[in-house]
């Protein structure tokens, strides 16, 4: 199944499902049985499941054209990856620094916190 091809099956399942339940529904409505109502709404989605699910003919109207190994291989080039390190202002590292200090700080006090607590 080609993408036009999945495009088109979710496309009749959504028609299809939603136009049983109606008639489903108004049926049901009508004669006034919720038995009837399911039955129908069970035989829209069998008739859906069957009309979606498989890959049928009509499906694959547009094909994929793949390349072969060897043609891929020779045209494939990989990426030159460019990695730049940033470098740290002199006041970004002091804020790194303190807030270091403020964890290990904080840390601490938990701990005596909770020793104390225990």
Avoid: C
Wanted: without cysteine.
């Amino acid at each position: 199944m080609d993408w036009q091809g999945q495009k088109l099956s979710e496309q009749l399942m959504q028609i299809m499902l939603v136009a049983s339940a109606l008639i489903a529904f108004a049926v049901g409505y009508v004669i006034g049985s919720f038995r009837l109502m399911l039955l129908i709404y069970l035989g829209g989605v069998v008739l859906t499941t069957l009309i979606t699910v498989p890959n049928w003919p009509f499906f694959n109207r547009h094909p994929l054209k793949w390349l072969d190994s060897d043609e891929a291989e020779r045209n494939s080039t990989p990426p030159e990856t460019v990695v730049q390190k940033k470098k740290t202002s002199k006041a970004h590292q002091k804020l790194l620094g303190t807030e270091m200090e403020l964890g290990v700080r904080l840390w601490g006090e938990m701990k005596t916190n909770l020793s104390n607590w225990l």
